[in-house]
Structures are given as structure tokens and as C-alpha cells.
């Protein structure tokens, strides 16, 4: 019972639950990027080198075999290398975005926490506290 309780304060704390948001929002980044390189940026790159598909280009170590009847008895053996340029090509995209995007969060950070930055306001509470602090100052001075 007592590790159920630990448990449920651990996915109740936040940690579990942001981890949980993190992977669900990577995962969809991912796949717009990878469709950001294939459906986008590749067709034309791969038009400009002479109209071929990154993800066909393949050495071939072993050609299929087929029998007389034209059957498949071993297929063939590859080292699909466009694929893997495509496969990088997406990594570095997406390295280069969670890159800008990080730094975009920084600079936000730096900001609030600037105390001469007064774009932020401070809420109504911690002003009134605030003063009273200062004016209980100024009677213990007095």
C-alpha cells in the first residue's frame, strides 16, 4: 500500500505528467520534420542534383535471385545510404529548431528574471506586502 502511495504522489507531482507532455509534443515535432524533409526540402534538392530520391539511392552488395519462373528466392541485399542522408538530414533540422527554440526560451528567461527589466509587473499582493514591510521599517527606525 505504501508503494502505491509513493507512486501516486510521483505522478501527481508533476514530474511523471511533464515528462508524459515532453515525449508526446517530441514525438509530433518529429514527424513534421521528417515530413518538413521529405515532402519538402528533399524533392527539390534531390531535382537539382538530376531528379532521383534520396531515400532510392542503395549499394547493392547482393543482386536478387529469381528462379526460371520468375519467382524470388532470395531477395536483394542493400546498404540503403539515401535513406541514412535523409534519416541525418532530419536529426540536424531538428537539432537546429530545438536549438532556436531553446535559446528564444532563454532569452524570455533573462528577461523575467532582470530586475531592472520592468516589462513584467509585479502583482498586486507583493506590492502591498511590500509597503507594508517598508512602512513597519520605518516605525522600527523611528
Known amino acids: 500500500m505504501k508503494i502505491y502511495q509513493e507512486f501516486k504522489e510521483f505522478a501527481v507531482k508533476g514530474n511523471m505528467i511533464d515528462m ?12 513534421i ?3 518538413l524533409v521529405e515532402d519538402i526540402i528533399m524533392p527539390p534538392f534531390g531535382f537539382l542534383l538530376g531528379k ?11 543482386e536478387a535471385e529469381y528462379d526460371a519462373a520468375g519467382k524470388l528466392i532470395h531477395p536483394a541485399i542493400n546498404v540503403n545510404y539515401g535513406n541514412f542522408i535523409q534519416v541525418l538530414l532530419n536529426f540536424l533540422i ?3 529548431a530545438i536549438f532556436f527554440i531553446v535559446k528564444v526560451i532563454n532569452i ?6 532582470d530586475p531592472e527589466n520592468k516589462t513584467v509587473p509585479t502583482p498586486k ?5 511590500s509597503e507594508i514591510r ?3 521599517k520605518n516605525k522600527n527606525l523611528q
Open 20 to 31: 508524459a507532455v515532453g515525449i508526446i509534443i517530441g514525438t509530433a515535432f518529429g514527424r
Open 33 to 35: 520534420i521528417t515530413s
Open 52 to 62: 532521383f530520391n534520396f531515400a532510392t539511392i542503395k549499394f547493392v552488395l547482393k
Open 94 to 96: 531538428i537539432a537546429v
Open 108 to 113: 524570455i528567461r533573462r528577461k523575467a528574471d
Open 125 to 129: 499582493d507583493i506590492e502591498l506586502l
Open 134 to 136: 517598508d512602512l513597519l
